[in-house]
């Protein structure tokens, strides 16, 4: 268990709405990721982070934005809601380098109407 | 580019019978690799990693993996499935990112 939540866990909203989840992380991991999953398209990566203010884009970054702050947080926003946006996502972290092994959230499920 | 392929989307095995799921895998130096479970509803674990030496890894659960450089495959194993194994499977490969295959479910029938 890394020590790794994400909340809300399940939400509902409407097109054209932000939505901002969260990631936490207990153990001070400097790598943080936030992934989509959607059918026939496995784990995708929307944006990464090394370091306090420190972010990268990922394959499917475009409609979302990320902020860390503090170390043991990885908020992903999306601006403006959209119904392809509709998936499970998840937050993943490295220990040590980018190269390790990742550890996983359990995942919030977002449903855009 | 790096890339990874698991060219069967869905297996069906019966309960004590062996199985073999296939990764391959498109990176241009040493690979790291890996291979995760999920059940539903439930997020990624771990089953094993390979990062050098001994081509044949030995993961949780009784899984195995061995890494063949030649065929850029790293194709995980498991001599006799239990019904609890059902689940999807993705093999990842880690670069300068970690780069994740579309993932086989398994079933896995009485």
């Known amino acids: 268990d890394a020590g790794i939540t994400q909340s809300p866990r399940h939400k509902v909203t409407e097109t054209g709405t932000p939505v901002t989840l969260r990631c936490h992380q207990t153990?001070?991991?400097?790598?943080m990721y936030w992934y989509r999953q959607d059918p026939g398209h496995g784990l995708r990566l929307i944006h990464y982070s090394y370091g306090v203010k420190d972010t990268d884009k990922g394959e499917v970054s475009d409609g979302y934005s990320v902020s860390r702050s503090k170390t043991e947080d990885f908020l992903l926003t999306l601006e403006s809601a959209t119904s392809s946006q509709t998936s499970v996502y998840f937050c993943?972290?490295?220990?040590?380098?980018?190269?390790?092994?990742?550890?996983f959230g359990p995942g919030t499920r977002l449903t855009v109407l | 580019a790096q890339s990874v392929t698991q060219p069967d989307i869905h297996i069906t095995v019966s309960e004590g019978a062996s199985l073999e799921l296939r990764c391959n895998y498109s990176y241009g130096a040493t690979p790291y690799l890996f291979w995760y479970v999920q059940s539903p509803g439930q997020g990624l674990q771990l089953l094993l990693k390979?990062?050098?030496?001994?081509?044949l890894v030995q993961g949780i659960k009784g899984f195995e993996a061995e890494f063949k450089r030649s065929q850029s495959s790293f194709n995980l194993r498991k001599p006799s499935v239990h019904w609890s194994d059902a689940a999807e499977y993705f093999c990842?490969?880690?670069?300068?990112?970690?780069?994740f295959g579309t993932g086989t479910s398994l079933t896995v029938i009485p």
């Open positions: 990842a490969v880690s670069g300068n990112q970690f780069y």
């Open positions: 390979y990062f050098s030496g001994d081509t």
């Open positions: 153990e001070n991991h400097r790598y």
């Open positions: 993943a972290i490295t220990t040590g380098t980018g190269y390790n092994e990742q550890f």
